[in-house]
């Protein structure tokens, strides 16, 4: 496993970082030993970087993991909050339910807002600067799928580190190409800020082209790591390999052939309307009185699930 510095925060990470998401009930849904395990497992072989994120409640499964393991971790999480105080709640909560002492790296997570974010979510920025000289976090981040926030957070002093969605297809980027966000991030690596990558595989669009995707990831030199979710020994297995240069063998290649997971809308929604707002890819809509989804633009976070007053939605 490669080491390396997230820009000029001087945090180590791992090159794979272990994404807890898809293990929580956004998606996956299982139990939080179970999850421990295949976290466990991750950390025994090289791994030292978590993301998670107060929206993805698997705090459990990071907590249960950590038990059993005395070695350094890192552990980015990320929070909506948009005031100083609800922030501070979220970064609070995080260490408690972590059983931690400090939170490493903390979002402002933001995945659908614009460049006016920093004004816009002023209140929790300032918290996490604050947080940051309190030595409760280590260090003040946004992740996003917008160009122009990245772009923007190159020009924020007091961000440390910026977790942007990148994938050779450039399904969930908003505002631009692939192209444009890797220029994105060459201007905020230039200006001294950590990144590390969400979504190479697009939510589970590319998994039959993995190799392929994540190397194309791993080839931006400005990236220093990248999350990649997983639920299991074998996703995990797979994984380890991609980043240790290793070729997959067939069987591997196979299960990369199960059918990808989507979203699922029962019968039961009511067309309120409230999953199109929370879609950070414009991928919902409301058409005859029902909540629709475009697989096209679909990146299955699972963020519309809990969105849902009626519990419609589903990943399965
Ligand atoms: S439809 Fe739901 S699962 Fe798909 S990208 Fe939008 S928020 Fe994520
Ligand atoms: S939030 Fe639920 S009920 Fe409302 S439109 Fe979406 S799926 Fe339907």
Not at 31 to 52: C, H, M, R, W, Y
Not at 71 to 89: C, F, L, P, Q, R
Not at 215 to 221: D, G, M, Q
Request: aromatic share 6%; charged share 25%; net charge neutral.
């Amino acid at each position: 496993m490669k080491y390396s510095i997230l820009g000029d925060s001087g945090i180590k990470i791992s090159e794979l970082c272990f994404g807890v998401l898809p293990m929580g009930p956004l998606q996956a849904d299982i139990p939080a030993k179970e999850g421990a395990k295949v976290i466990l497992q991750g950390l025994n072989s090289g791994i030292n970087f978590l993301d998670t994120a107060q929206a993805y409640k698997t705090y459990p499964h990071i907590k249960e993991a950590l038990k059993d393991y005395s070695g350094e971790v890192i552990i980015a999480s990320k929070s909506h909050a948009t005031g100083y105080d609800e922030m501070k709640e979220a970064v609070f909560e995080a260490c408690r339910e972590m059983n931690r002492d400090y939170i490493d790296i903390f979002h402002l997570h933001a995945p659908r807002e614009d460049k006016n974010v920093f004004q816009k979510r002023a209140g929790a920025l300032s918290c996490l600067i604050d947080l940051k000289k309190e030595g409760v976090i280590r260090a003040v981040g946004i992740s996003t799928h917008a160009v122009e926030v990245v772009e923007k957070a190159a020009d924020v002093e007091e961000v440390d580190v910026v977790f942007p969605i990148i994938n050779k297809v450039g399904l969930g980027i908003i505002g631009g190409t692939p192209e444009d966000m890797i220029k994105a991030i060459k201007k905020a690596h230039k200006a001294g800020k950590g990144l590390y990558a969400m979504k190479a595989l697009a939510g589970g669009y590319l998994i039959k082209h993995i190799e392929e995707s994540i190397n194309y990831v791993r080839e931006i030199k400005e990236i220093d790591s990248t999350a990649v979710g997983m639920i299991n020994s074998s996703e995990l297995t797979m994984n380890l390999k991609i980043f240790e240069n290793k070729k997959l063998n067939q069987e591997e290649l196979d299960q990369t052939k199960v059918q990808r997971k989507r979203l699922f809308i029962s019968r039961f929604c009511e067309g309120c309307g409230t999953c199109v707002e929370a879609c950070p890819n414009g991928a919902l809509s409301i058409r005859n009185g029902k909540a629709c989804v475009d697989y096209n633009l679909c990146i299955t976070c699972g963020y519309c699930v809990p969105q849902c007053p009626v519990f419609a939605l589903r990943i399965v």
